[in-house]
């Protein structure tokens, strides 16, 4: 039977894929590629992340919160990634902060500055233990991606953009990048790919490819 591999939205074409292969046999055994583009937005705007920023300025923890979401926005994190962060990494003078990548990506030293810098200062100001990591939960321990992933989720469902996944934020920055005139390798180091096959989707639908086409 040939499996489709990809969401399909179409309830109907799934079962006729199924049953065009059950007749002919034709695909078997072959694998439907589809383009990362042709399977929906799975990002957010710049106005939208403004949104959810917004939506965090009324949780409970909204100087924690606020600083989470813009760190997985501008650093493209993993929600683990974010959790595995210490504040040993993090250099408020020089305004840096040591990226440590899983999956054997690319680790690197990028810069946090502007409301970013101003947002974790915020953050910072509130704590009051000896904890080495930069976010911890509510009962005093590291945070856990279960949690981070509530904490997107729920800020999405505030301000209106529906069910909100820290990967999101990754594309989202990715995207942002692209948009932005960033190439392939810029944004391939700065998100720790090892392979830029998972960067050129940015680099492909990006906005900026097509303007000025009419003037």
Sequence with gaps: MFIVDI??????TCRKAKKMTSKKGKFAGRKAVVDAHERGRNYLTPSEMEQLLEAAKKTRYPERDQALIMMLYRHGLRETELCQTRLSH????TGRIWVARIKGGLSTDQPIEGRELKLIRQYLENRNDALPWLFVSERQGQLCRHTVIYIVGRAGEAAGLGHI????LRHSCGYYLANNGHDLRLI??????????????YTRTAANRFEGRWE
């Design 7 to 12: 969401e399909i939205g179409n309830q109907t």
């Design 188 to 201: 391939q180091d700065y998100l720790g790919h090892r392979d830029p096959k998972h960067t050129a989707r």
């Design 165 to 168: 996944t820290p990967h999101m």
């Design 90 to 93: 993090l250099d408020l003078e």
